[in-house]
């Protein structure tokens, strides 16, 4: 068994057409959210459910970092009260496997959805979540400065 390491998973930001990392986040965590059919026929003891849908979200968290691009462009969503297509941001996540040099990833827009800011003393946070605004794109990415950008093929 290899286990794959939290920091082996990457995700990148597209912030006015460049694919940047999201450093300094303590949370970016995928929810799922499946949406069930359950029922039971009269003929059988027990109860079936089949998934019939999916409602994607990521719970994230970041110490903000006034030099960071990826932390303006939520910091902007969250303090304007951005909506609509204005809230909408792509995130590349990518596992760092560095197969032939093009590593496997998934693509989606998500709405941006702020909860909480300077929920710490010890530096100024954002948190809130992403939900799913489109369906996941398998894609490659590759990387020529050492995973702080990415180009998507």
């Not at 990148?12 to 499946?34: L, Q």
């Not at 100024?124 to 939900?131: D, N």
């Not at 369906?135 to 490659?140: G, R, S, T």
Request: proline share 2%; with cysteine.
């Amino acid at each position: 068994m290899a286990l794959v390491k939290r920091c082996e998973k990457l995700a990148f930001m597209n912030v006015d057409g460049t694919y940047h990392r999201m450093t300094n986040f303590t949370e970016i965590a995928v929810e799922k959210n499946p949406r069930e059919y359950s029922r039971q026929y009269v003929d059988e003891e027990f109860e079936r459910s089949s998934i019939v849908g999916y409602s994607t979200a990521v719970s994230y968290s970041f110490d903000y970092d006034n030099e960071n691009k990826v932390h303006n462009l939520i910091k902007k969503i969250t303090d304007k009260e951005l909506l609509a297509d204005e809230a909408v941001v792509e995130i590349v996540m990518v596992d760092i496997d560095n197969t032939e040099g093009k590593n496997q990833a998934v693509s989606r827009r998500w709405s941006v959805i702020p909860e909480t800011e300077g929920n710490s003393t010890d530096a100024y946070t954002y948190s809130g979540s992403f939900r799913a605004n489109g369906p996941a794109a398998d894609v490659k990415a590759v990387s020529a400065d050492g995973w702080k950008t990415i180009t998507v093929e």
